[in-house]
């Protein structure tokens, strides 16, 4: 479009530049998800795209000191610090309750939570800060059970009061399923189930399926996780879903 257009490449002014940064970093964040979560195909990870967002990104904070900027980068530094434990030698997925927490990349912990700190100073409240507290919880849980649930809890609220979202409505309620008990979390997850484009997001009916376990429900955990199956494209996912209907069967 651009091309045939003939729309020529202007750098905008510096005044122009705060009303375009949300559109920037959204893009960044785009790339890294591509990179931290392949939306297909059989790879988890595509070390090179993440990488780069988070090249961005530094330039961003280097040159355009905001606290979004700052919040975005350690976001991404936070969750690309969990890389190399969130597979294992076969390019299989471990979830988070399951990494080995000894495989995160400490250093990169500690410049997450550097960045945070300065964009708490600045944005305690901005979208992408609180994506990055949240992130900083999980990140100084030394083990799965030590998992601030009630502190993410309501980091989640904060964040869909800010930005609401059935997305973030179903991590706000796994983080309470996982606070209080599996029964509370589905109870808010049946909450989103009007919502149309939650219905063919996997992760919902993933979650709903990992809830309905949690509680003993095997019959609703197999339908679910069979739904969940039919929505993701991405190898290992399958097989991990796959792997978790093969042991209910066995349960």
Request: proline share 4%.
């Amino acid at each position: 479009k651009i091309r045939e257009a003939n729309i020529p490449y202007e750098v905008p002014e510096r005044k122009e530049l705060p009303q375009r940064l949300q559109s920037v970093l959204k893009v960044v964040y785009l790339i890294f998800n591509e990179g931290y979560s392949s939306s297909e195909g059989n790879t988890i990870v595509n070390i090179s795209l993440a990488g780069e967002a988070i090249r961005l990104a530094t330039l961003l904070a280097e040159l355009l000191p905001d606290g979004e900027v700052f919040g975005l980068l350690a976001l991404m530094l936070l969750h690309d610090s969990r890389r190399h434990a969130r597979q294992d030698a076969n390019g299989e997925l471990i979830t988070l309750e399951d990494q080995n927490r000894a495989l995160w990349d400490q250093e990169q912990i500690r410049s997450g939570l550097a960045w945070l700190a300065r964009a708490l100073e600045m944005t305690p409240a901005a979208p992408y800060t609180l994506q990055a507290s949240i992130a900083a919880a999980h990140a100084k849980a030394a083990t799965a059970s030590d998992t601030d649930w009630t502190r993410i809890a309501r980091l989640y609220q904060v964040l869909y009061q800010r930005q609401p979202s059935p997305v973030i409505a179903l991590n706000h309620a796994v983080a309470v399923a996982m606070r209080d008990t599996p029964e509370a979390g589905l109870k808010l997850l049946d909450q989103l189930a009007g919502h149309k484009a939650i219905q063919s997001y996997y992760l919902y009916h993933a979650a709903r399926a990992d809830l309905f376990r949690r509680s003993g429900d095997l019959a609703g955990a197999r339908t679910a996780y069979q739904r969940a199956l039919t929505l993701t494209q991405q190898g290992p996912e399958q097989r991990y879903l796959s792997r978790r209907l093969t042991a209910l069967d066995s349960a």
